[in-house]
């Protein structure tokens, strides 16, 4: 089994909210309300071009080269949600020759801001390099990625605002072919969005492909392999790490922010025990608390939750504290949500060499 990521879970926590008895509106679905306004103005092309940075570059005066045509590629999206603040990010697969991307702002009505972004190779980063260690977040699955997958990071000062603009993206090899422009609108979220999130929520359990896992009782990782005892026979591994998730509560605010307290504990495999046994040997359980402040937001019109986180803290099973906090902060959580009543329910798929995987968390308060 997986690992469940915290954020994730807080993410799935936020949206349950709970009604009294007498609430009539306690069986009806609470993520249908009215559109909040303040993201949907347009917002001036100019203003965001002059307070954006992308992958940490400054916009670079003049006319961005005209395309050619003689190269092509796709993106996986046409519209995207943003964070104020943090901002957002774009990947997609790059062909073989790619060398960077030229990048325009503009309006919703297609009208450009003057200068453009070159990206050049520093949006080619390998998986490994992205991420940063989140061995302490439950939920984390990601697709495979490889070495052609491109990140391009785009982030905010604070004067932009809630609201709606695009931008234009070209790709460029290293022959100097330049790809047509593809365009991709983008709407920057108020932080909160619907007051139904706001209280303190409990994790209930996971559901994993027909799996029912309830909060309390141990999952293990399914990953499987083979190692060499001392009497020279092997031994297969089919699992060595374990997991209990003990408690999980956050509580979100009205005005975006939100605070959780998680608290789990794990065994691993010791390997070298093991090894001299040729049978499975664990090590001590350890037991983890981690403490996230962040803020959240919720887009009315696709349904979608969003945690950045801003602030943590982590005590691991030796009593070590690690803490940091962001004024940029970081993306954690992105999905959709089911909300109806006291109950919460988050689903998520995906697809890993052709095997679909399904996942859903239940939450109640």
């Known amino acids: ?37 303040v993201e949907e103005t347009a917002l001036d092309a100019t203003t965001v071009s002059e307070n954006i940075t992308i992958n940490g570059l400054a916009k670079i005066d003049g006319d961005a ?39 325009q702002i503009a309006s919703e009505d297609g009208t450009i801001a003057p200068g453009y972004f070159d990206t050049g190779v ?13 061995k302490n977040r439950l939920f984390g699955k990601q697709a495979k990625m490889d070495d052609r997958n491109i990140f391009i990071d785009f982030a905010f000062d604070e004067k932009v605002s809630p609201g709606k603009f695009c931008y234009f993206i070209c790709i460029y090899d290293d022959a100097g072919n330049i790809s047509d422009p593809i365009e991709v609108c983008v709407e920057v979220e108020a932080w909160g969005g619907n007051n139904n999130f706001a209280g303190t929520w409990n994790f209930v359990k996971e559901v994993e492909d027909g799996i029912t896992i309830p909060i309390g009782e141990e999952s293990c990782d399914d990953y499987e392999y083979t190692i060499s005892c001392s009497n020279q026979e092997s031994l297969t591994i089919d699992r060595d790490y374990c997991y209990i998730i003990e408690s999980f509560a956050i509580t979100f605010s009205e005005d975006g922010t939100y605070e959780y307290i998680s608290k789990d504990s794990n065994v691993s495999i010791d390997n070298q025990a093991t090894a001299e046994a ?10 983890e608390t981690y403490t996230s402040k962040g803020r959240w937001a919720y887009d009315e019109e696709e349904k979608r939750l969003t945690l950045v986180e801003f602030e943590y803290r982590e005590v691991d099973g030796n009593g ?37 995987e399904t996942y859903q968390y239940f939450f109640t308060r």
Request: with cysteine.
């Open 1 to 37: 089994m997986k690992k469940l990521n915290l954020f994730l879970l807080s993410a799935f926590l936020l949206g349950v909210i709970s009604c009294s008895s007498d609430d009539d509106s306690s069986s009806g679905d609470l993520t249908q309300i009215d559109p909040n306004p």
């Open 65 to 103: 080269p005209a395309p050619t045509g003689n190269i092509s590629f796709t993106l996986p999206v046409a519209e995207q949600s943003a964070f104020l603040q943090t901002g957002f990010e774009l990947n997609f697969d790059a062909p073989s020759n790619y060398r960077g991307a030229y990048i």
């Open 122 to 134: 520093q949006a080619l980063r390998a998986r490994n390099a992205k991420q940063k260690n989140t």
């Open 278 to 287: 040729c049978s499975p040997v664990f090590g001590p359980r350890q037991e």
């Open 320 to 356: 070590e504290v690690s803490e940091n906090s962001s004024l940029e902060g970081e993306l954690v959580f992105d999905g959709g949500i089911t909300l109806t009543g006291s109950e919460f329910t988050l689903t998520e798929s995906y697809n890993e060499d052709g095997i679909n």
